[in-house]
C-alpha cells in the first residue's frame, strides 16, 4: 500500500500547487504557472512529457498489484 499512499501525496501535492496556479513539471523540476490551454501540463513541454512516458516504459512507474500474482521474485534471472 505504501506506493498507493505515494501517489495520493503526489495528487495532493499536485492539487495545491494547482490552487497556486504554479506547477512543477515532473521530469525536469521546473516551476510553470498552470496553463490551462497547455496539452502538456503537468509537464512544461512536450519533450518532458515524453521522457516521463519513456520511465513509464522502463517499469519505474510499475502500478503495484499489476503483476503481483504473476511473479513476487524479482530476481527474474534466477536460473541455477
Ligand atoms: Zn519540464
Redesign the pocket.
Known amino acids: 500500500m505504501q506506493k498507493i499512499s505515494n501517489l495520493y501525496l503526489l495528487i495532493a501535492l499536485e492539487i495545491f500547487l494547482m490552487k497556486k496556479k504554479l506547477i512543477i513539471?515532473?521530469?525536469?523540476?521546473?516551476k510553470?504557472t498552470w496553463q490551462a490551454n497547455n496539452p502538456f501540463r503537468p509537464?512544461?513541454?512536450e519533450?518532458?512529457k515524453l521522457?516521463d512516458l519513456g520511465e513509464w516504459a522502463s517499469e519505474k512507474h510499475r502500478i503495484a498489484g499489476e503483476d503481483a500474482h504473476k511473479t513476487e521474485s524479482s530476481d527474474e534471472e534466477d536460473k541455477e
Request: aromatic fraction near 8%; glycine fraction near 0%.
Open positions: 513539471c515532473p521530469t525536469c523540476k521546473k510553470n509537464f512544461c513541454s519533450r518532458c521522457i
